[in-house]
C-alpha cells in the first residue's frame, strides 16, 4: 500500500475511534498510526482539513452505496414505505454520525462536484421517487428527488431551529420519522 493510502486509511481509523471528537486528531497522530513521515499529509493533501474531508467522503460512500443493498431487505413494502424505510435509515445515519455527517454535507454544499455524497444520495433514491411517481415525467422527477435530499439535509443541519420554530426534536427518533414522512408526503403530493 502506497504512503497515501496508508495515511487515508490511518485517518479513517482515527475518525472511526474518536467520532464526535474527531476535531482532536492531529497530522501527528495520523502519521504515527499510518507510519509515515509528518511532511507527506501535507504533500499529499494539502493540509489536514482535506485529508479529513476526503476520509469522510469515503466513509459515506460506502455507506451510500449500501442502500442498493438496503432496498433489497425491504422487498414486500410498498414503494412509499421503502422511501420512507431508507429516509428513516438515512436519517438515523446522520444523527448517530454527527460530525461526519456535518461535515460530509457542508463538504458538498461548498464544494459542489458530480459525483459527491450528495449527488450518490440523490442518485440512490431516484428509483424509489420514481416507484412512488410512475405518472411524472422525468424533469419533474428528477427536480422532486433534488427537493427531497434537499430537505432530509436541512432537517439534518437545522434541527435545533425545527425545534424552536416548530416543537419537533429531530434527535428523538420517532418525532423524526414522523416530520420525514410529512415531508414525503408534501414532495409526493400523496
Not at 451510500?64 to 445515519?93: P, Q, Y
Not at 415525467?137 to 422532486?144: A, V
Request: hydrophobic share 40%; net charge negative.
Amino acid at each position: 500500500m502506497d504512503h497515501k493510502e496508508l495515511i487515508i486509511k490511518a485517518t479513517i481509523e482515527l475518525i472511526t475511534e474518536k467520532g464526535e471528537q474527531m476535531n482532536t486528531i492531529t497530522v501527528r497522530e495520523i502519521c504515527k498510526k499510518a507510519n509515515v513521515g509528518l511532511g507527506l499529509v501535507n504533500y499529499h493533501f494539502g493540509n489536514k482539513d482535506k485529508l479529513i474531508e476526503l476520509c469522510v467522503e469515503r466513509i459515506v460512500n460506502g455507506i451510500v452505496e449500501n442502500f442498493s443493498a438496503i432496498r433489497e431487505k425491504t422487498e414486500g413494502l410498498t414503494a412509499f414505505e421503502k422511501l420512507d424505510c431508507l429516509g428513516n435509515m438515512t436519517l438515523t445515519f446522520l444523527f448517530e454520525h454527527y460530525a461526519i455527517s456535518k461535515i460530509s454535507i457542508l463538504s458538498d454544499m461548498h464544494t459542489p462536484k458530480e459525483d459527491d455524497n450528495t449527488h450518490r444520495t440523490y442518485l440512490a433514491y431516484l428509483p424509489l421517487m420514481s416507484a412512488c411517481r410512475p405518472d411524472w415525467d422525468r424533469e419533474t422527477l428528477e427536480r422532486k428527488t433534488f427537493c427531497l435530499i434537499a430537505a432530509m439535509q436541512q432537517l439534518f443541519l437545522r434541527h435545533k431551529i425545527i425545534k424552536q420554530l416548530y416543537g419537533m426534536d429531530m434527535l428523538v427518533p420517532e418525532e423524526r420519522k414522523s416530520f420525514h414522512r410529512a415531508i414525503l408526503h408534501d414532495i409526493l403530493e400523496v
